[in-house]
């Protein structure tokens, strides 16, 4: 029902774009989020964006380098992510929730992940 896809092998100051195509059932009526999870440590959230569009939300650590927004006609949610940081090396998870959170519990439907990997 979610599907993520864009992962992969970057260098620091790259950038990456993730992809995450959802069921119509499921993105219509939903806010959707990005959140990762890092090597050893728990899930954490990453942006999110209303289901308008109209409204974003960014963690600090990634503000004014990730940009989500989403394509309604498409059903499809993106993370465009510029100037990589090994730091943000994780597996990203796409999420729908009734409204937009910053917190993982709020998220219901997840999609399966994919890797970025930020070489130094």
């Known amino acids: 029902q979610l599907q993520a896809f864009g992962g992969g092998l970057v260098q620091a100051g790259g950038s990456l774009r993730l992809s995450c195509a959802a069921s119509?059932?499921?993105?219509?009526?939903?806010?959707m989020g990005w959140l990762r999870q890092a090597p050893g440590e728990g899930r954490e959230f990453v942006a999110a964006i209303n289901w308008s569009g109209g409204s974003t939300y960014y963690a600090d650590s990634v503000k004014g380098r990730f940009t989500i927004s989403r394509d309604r006609a498409k059903n499809t949610v993106y993370l465009q992510m510029n100037s990589l940081k090994p730091e943000d090396t994780a597996i990203y998870y796409c999420?729908?929730?009734?409204?937009?959170?910053?917190?993982?519990?709020?998220?219901?439907?997840w999609g399966q992940g994919t890797q970025v990997t930020v070489s130094s």
């Open positions: 999420a729908a929730a009734p409204k937009s959170s910053r917190a993982t519990y709020d998220y219901n439907y």
């Open positions: 119509g059932r499921i993105f219509s009526g939903s806010a």
